[in-house]
């Protein structure tokens, strides 16, 4: 299966009204990480307080980055055939349908949560938050709510995964498969 583990960090929780800042893509064919790809961007609009606390990227950092639309068909190539994988995938697709809509772009992949994969495989861990999760799992700290590491987190809980039940029973957990041309099966 061909996987692009995705993390954005947000100036807020409402995909109409808040933008993607950062943005992390770890690209996977089955358990092999293929390409990264992080990028700032510019919101055009403030980030709260609250945000900057939570990640640690301000005003100064994203100013003279590119807007989400000049990088958006890129992204669109990356995302290409992939299944979007993320922590709370809900979240992240809808902020990425949203970001791709106003670039003109139609975007409607199969999605895979591994926060309900992990809850399913690895069952009767206290929180299944990424960094209590990966803590769990015994695997390496990282920078919390950076979009890159977030996303390589998650690969590696999509890793664990595969490892334990086969990517047959990952698969099942795909939704959105509407259409099988739209995430290859390796």
């Known amino acids: 299966m061909r996987f692009a583990v995705v993390d954005l960090e947000t100036t807020g929780g409402n995909p109409v009204e808040s933008r993607i800042m950062e943005m992390g893509i770890v690209l996977m064919d089955g358990c092999e990480v293929v390409d990264t790809y992080q990028t700032l961007l510019d919101p055009g609009q403030d980030i709260p307080p609250f945000i900057r606390n939570l990640t640690g990227i301000t005003e100064e950092m994203v100013s003279g980055q590119p807007q989400f639309s ?11 055939d992939r299944i979007f994988v993320a922590h709370n995938v809900l979240f992240d697709c809808k902020f ?77 957990e795909v939704k959105n498969m509407s259409n099988p041309k739209k995430a290859k099966v390796l």
Not at 99 to 118: F, G, H, Q
Not at 141 to 164: G, N, S, T, V
Request: hydrophobic residues 45%; aromatic residues 6%.
């Open 70 to 80: 000049s990088v958006a068909e890129h992204v669109a190539e990356l995302l290409k």
């Open 96 to 172: 990425m349908r949203a970001e791709m809509k106003r670039a003109a772009i139609p975007y409607d992949p199969p999605r895979l949560c591994t926060v309900k994969l992990s809850r399913r495989v690895f069952p009767g861990f206290p929180s299944y938050s990424l960094h209590k999760l990966t803590e769990s799992l015994g695997l390496s700290d990282f920078r919390h709510h950076r979009a890159l590491d977030d996303a390589l987190a998650a690969a590696e809980i999509l890793k664990l995964a595969i490892a334990k039940v086969g990517e047959a029973a990952v698969f099942k």
